[in-house]
C-alpha cells in the first residue's frame, strides 16, 4: 500500500479566513498595518517566513518569528469560527482509503493541523500521518514533509496533492506524481506552468482519474 500526501488548507478545508484574521491580529500586535483578507490570501501556500516577508514589509528576522508564533497561537479561535471543510472531501478521502494511506503534509505547524481540520468538522482519524512544518528542516515547495511522511510510513509516495504551485514543485523534487486541484488562489494557468501531472478544478475529480 503506497501513500498519497495532501495538502490541506485550501485542498482539504476553507481556511483563508482564519489564517488572514490571526495574521492582522499580529501584524496589529506588533505595529504593522492590516491587509485585505482576499489581497492576504494570494501569498497563503508559500513557507510562512515568505508569507510574513511579503504583508509586512521592512522587517526583521526576530520579529517575523514573533508574527508567526502568535498567528499560530491564536489561530485556532478564528478557525471554529470561519473554517469550512471543503465539499465532498470525507467520501473522497475514504474512497482513496480503500487503496492508499493518506498523509496530510502541510507547511502550518504540527500541532495546529489536528485542531484546524477538527475546527473544520473534518475527521483526522481519516489520516494515517500528519507532517508540519515544524517537522521537518524546509517546508513546501522543498520535498522535505513528503520524505517525513515517507519515513514515519514506511511505505513509498505515490502522489502529491495540492491547491498552490508550491504544492507541485514539492512534489516534482520528491520524485512522485503531482495533482493540482483548482480550490484556492492559483489560477489553472499559474498551475500549468508547473507542469502537474493532472489539473482537476474539483476534489471529486479524484475519484475518476488514475493516480
Sequence with gaps: MKLICFDMDNTLIRSNMSHAVA???????????????????????????????????????????????????????????????????????????????????????????????????????????FVGNDDVKHSKPYPDEILKAEKLLHVKAECMIGDSIYDVRAGKKAKIKTVAILSGVYTRNMLKKEKPDFILKDIKELKNIEI
Aim: proline share 1%.
Design 23 to 129: 495574521f492582522n491580529k499580529a501584524l496589529e500586535k506588533y505595529g504593522f498595518k492590516k491587509m485585505n483578507a482576499k489581497e492576504m490570501g494570494k501569498y497563503f501556500g508559500r513557507p510562512k517566513e515568505e508569507v510574513v516577508k511579503a504583508i509586512a514589509k521592512n522587517i526583521d528576522k526576530k520579529t517575523i518569528r514573533k508574527i508567526i508564533d502568535y498567528h499560530d497561537n491564536i489561530l485556532f479561535r478564528y478557525a471554529r469560527i470561519y473554517n469550512r471543510k471543503v465539499r465532498g472531501v470525507e467520501g473522497v478521502l475514504k474512497f482513496l482509503k480503500k487503496k492508499y494511506k493518506i498523509g496530510i503534509v502541510s507547511n502550518c505547524k504540527h500541532s495546529n493541523i489536528k485542531t484546524l481540520l477538527s475546527a473544520s468538522d473534518l475527521n483526522y482519524r481519516l489520516f494515517d500521518v
